[in-house]
């Protein structure tokens, strides 16, 4: 499908599933040469990364873990400029190796807070995996370990991403149509 309907929105074939997935067995391969002594666990970061978060573990060979945190801060087509905790971490993360998996960073509001509540969990370090990343959104400073596919600052759906909640199971990821 070039192009999708979404409830009043179009949208418009940005990168394919292969390209995709391609990307991220590139992710995920380094981190396999980087992290391969670690243990490290993963955190899926929900509800957007769930598609990155399970593509990425199918590629990734050394011993690991996986767990899961929701967190929220959109609505509609808008960032509400507050991220929310739905529900959280209840693993021990103490002395443990944690690679966050995100769908996509745009403000790095998100990602800025939730590396924040991992540093009083005593984690001995913190790399973070996005699948997009729009260079032009950031506001602010984190650490970007592993990015997939960077992007321009529009609107998009699709591999786990939505708009008002619809349009997360696409295979490919789709740019809005003004």
């Known amino acids: 499908m070039d192009i999708v309907q979404i409830k009043d929105k179009r949208f418009g074939l940005t990168i394919s599933e292969k390209e995709i997935l391609n990307a991220i067995e590139s992710v995920a391969q380094r981190i396999n040469a980087d992290l391969q002594d670690k ?31 929701k967190l929220s ?26 690679v966050i998996v995100e769908d996509i960073i745009d403000t790095g509001k998100t990602m800025a807070n939730l590396i924040e509540s991992l540093g009083s969990k005593n984690v001995a370090e913190v790399y973070v995996a996005t699948l997009l990343l729009k260079p032009e959104a ?41």
């Open 73 to 98: 801060s959109y609505e509609g087509l808008m960032s509400t400029g507050k991220v929310k905790e739905v529900f959280g971490l209840t693993e021990n993360l103490s002395g443990r190796t944690v």
């Open 39 to 69: 243990n490290p666990l993963f955190i899926c970061v929900l509800n957007g990364a769930f598609m990155f978060a399970a593509d990425l573990m199918k590629f990734v060979t050394i011993p690991s873990e996986v767990t899961f945190v």
């Open 138 to 178: 950031l506001e602010h400073t984190v650490p970007l370990d592993y990015v997939a596919i960077e992007i321009p600052n529009d609107f998009i759906v699709g591999y786990g991403l939505d708009y008002d909640g619809y349009g997360r199971n696409l295979r490919a990821i789709y740019t809005l149509i003004p």
